[in-house]
């Protein structure tokens, strides 16, 4: 049977400059939005990352730019409660609040929650979303709940499975084909997975070519 989300191939060489080109220059935190109204101008290309607390996202924001402080990195679940901007190049890279659990006050939790699914469904810049997924633990019941609301967004979104590092072999490929199974349910999914280590580097050059490719 046709495997219908492979593992993103290497890109072509031109494309990996492209990549390298775009996150090798200046990057720069812009703001931290709390609500829409603060949201800056829709001037430029957005791409955004989105996942559970702790899944990564601050590190592989950090991985991508070459600048370890540059997104706030916290082994605390909830510690990112604003929709973060940063620049990279001419583009918006945008790091969205942990979903699923917080260590936060319930009505916290709940104010950025739909801070979240109000950017997800209205910015109109947005060109794509990369869902993070932790590969230790594969797609879970919280990670769909966001899918569907990009698939009602019609918000193209790509997997990124995170801390690959950490499974090989068989213990990976059942994360993959878990995963793998929760995205059939979804249309707006992108048809690749891009498999990553922030603390490794693997999977970097990749998403940055992915990302220098998207228009």
């Not at 492979?6 to 494309?15: H, L, S």
């Not at 829709?42 to 950090?62: H, P, Q, T, W, Y």
């Not at 910015?123 to 633990?137: K, M, N, S, W, Y």
Request: net charge neutral; aromatic share 6%; charged share 25%.
């Amino acid at each position: 049977m046709e495997l219908r989300f492979p593992e993103a191939e290497t890109p072509e060489p031109e494309a990996m400059e492209a990549g390298r080109l775009l996150f090798a220059g200046q990057t720069e935190f812009v703001k931290g939005v709390v609500a829409m109204e603060g949201l800056p101008p829709a001037d430029r290309m957005e791409i955004c990352f989105a996942g559970r607390s702790n899944v990564g996202k601050s590190s592989l924001i950090n991985a991508l730019t070459g600048r370890k402080g540059l997104a706030r990195a916290s082994n605390t679940p909830g510690r990112t409660q604003e929709i973060n901007f940063f620049t990279a190049g001419e583009i918006y890279v945008v790091d969205l609040p942990g979903y699923g659990f917080a260590n936060a006050p319930l009505a916290v939790v709940e104010k950025w929650q739909r801070l979240l699914k109000q950017y997800l469904s209205g910015r109109q810049t947005l060109r794509r979303v990369f869902v993070l997924i932790d590969a230790r633990h594969g797609a879970k019941a919280v990670d769909e709940e966001i899918m569907s609301l990009l698939d009602r967004s019609a918000v193209t979104f790509q997997v990124v499975m995170t801390k690959v590092d950490k499974l090989r072999g068989d213990t990976l490929q059942e994360s993959l084909d878990k995963t793998r199974a929760a995205l059939v349910k979804h249309p707006a999914a992108y048809p690749e997975l891009i498999l990553t280590s922030s603390e490794k580097g693997e999977g970097i050059p990749t998403l940055r070519a992915i990302i220098a490719g998207i228009s």
